[in-house]
């Protein structure tokens, strides 16, 4: 082999590497957003039933992971999976799996139940589809149990009509709601640690794995922002009344919005004072202004 050809061979291979490397970030940037129309769904003035904004919000982000791009990746088969491979939407989806399973939970707990009550079924099979191991392949596989977990919540909504009027709606009291936003300052907590850490089990963190705590992190972040969303319009009553919570209802799930899309080509760990980027530390600043606001929220909500 010449050594011309052996260069051209090398250089090609560079290109498609570099091409490959654009096409995964384009594809993740179209992925991040996700396809729900709330005012198309849920028309302004039309009223809804109380709880069916918050899980049909819900259904549609595990939805979407499951069925747009490369589908549920952190239980993919060694050959071709996040181990090996481009990993970002995986762990992505671990910080997904993991805001959704929590939101579920508070939703069939408190949101749906005061006192002795019973459970919702459908929030409950839920809450038990969505609390699979993310990674198992099959018997079952993740992607089976989290179908079911979408279909449970679809039943959920469906059940809230007034031709079933099966599932218990969302009581809308603030006592049952800051146990959410608790739950969430938690997740947000950790992703505030994770993005600011500087070593792993011990030991200093790897280049390669810092990409790893900020798509985590997203994750938590593209639930929830979403999710606030999805609470602006089960509240809207009470928020028309006070003021200071609608505005910082929008205030936060604009910055977790923000923060779900950022999508660097490279995920880069510059110093403060360097020519180079930290996108941890910017993706931090959206994700603990959000949490700020948060405990302003818990504050009103406790008045």
Partial sequence: ?????????????????????????????????????????????????????????????????????????????????????????????????????????????NLTKVSSDAFDHNLVQADLMFRNDERRLWIPSAESRYRQGVRDLDEYVRGLGPALGTSKPITQRHTELLRLFMTWSDLLGDAHAGLYRNELDGRPLRPWESDDLFYHAQGYAHVIGHCMRALEREYAQSLAERKVLATLFDEVSTSLLVAATLKPLVVLDGSPAGIFANHRRNLDASITEARQKMYTIREELEK
């Fill in 1 to 109: 082999m010449s050594k011309r050809l052996f260069l051209n061979r090398w250089v090609a291979m560079l290109v498609l590497w570099a091409l490959a490397i654009v096409g995964l970030h384009l594809g993740q940037r179209r992925h991040d957003v996700l396809p729900l129309d709330l005012a198309r769904t849920f028309p302004v003035g039309e009223p809804a039933p109380p709880g069916a904004v918050l899980a049909t919000t819900l259904a549609a982000i595990v939805d979407h992971e499951l069925r747009d791009g490369f589908g549920w990746r952190p239980n993919d088969f060694i050959l071709w999976g996040p181990a090996l491979w481009a990993d970002n939407n995986a762990n992505r989806q671990l910080g997904i799996i993991q805001a959704v399973r929590e939101t579920v939970r508070v939703m069939k707990d």
